[in-house]
């Protein structure tokens, strides 16, 4: 199995910046991508940001130039710098690893979320 862990949300006013970060541990293979997804109160959960095995990056148009996703494959983490944080940016945020596993086939894991406020 797969953990994921995350940290660094919390309250924070419009403008301002945070920083969550996502650890990976348990039997992982060649992991394909990592990132972040959220989900508001009464949405769909959608992509936030994605860091492929490749090195490319994808992020959701509402966050482009804002949020940054950066992986350090050596330690199996993620982390995502907001910045120029918005009200609509509240949500959970939830951390998504997908790995090919030990006979080569895809499976993806969620980390157990972690709330960001922003107040206008």
């Known amino acids: 199995q797969v953990q994921l862990v995350e940290s660094g949300g919390g309250l924070m006013q419009a403008g301002g910046s945070l920083r969550l970060s996502c650890a990976a541990s348990?039997?992982?293979?060649?992991?394909?991508?990592m990132g972040w997804y959220r989900q508001a109160p009464g949405k769909q959960r959608e992509l936030v940001a994605v860091?492929?095995?490749?090195?490319?990056?994808d992020y959701a148009d509402s966050v482009k130039g804002r949020f940054t996703v950066s992986r350090d494959n050596a330690k199996n983490t993620v982390s995502l710098q907001m910045n120029s944080l918005k009200p609509e940016d509240t949500a959970v945020y939830y951390c998504?690893?997908?790995?090919?596993?030990?006979?080569?086939?895809?499976?993806?894991?969620w980390g157990q979320g972690t709330q960001v406020t922003v107040s206008s």
């Open positions: 998504y690893l997908r790995h090919l596993d030990v006979i080569k086939v895809p499976r993806g894991y």
């Open positions: 348990g039997r992982i293979f060649t992991i394909d991508a």
């Open positions: 860091s492929t095995s490749g090195g490319l990056t």
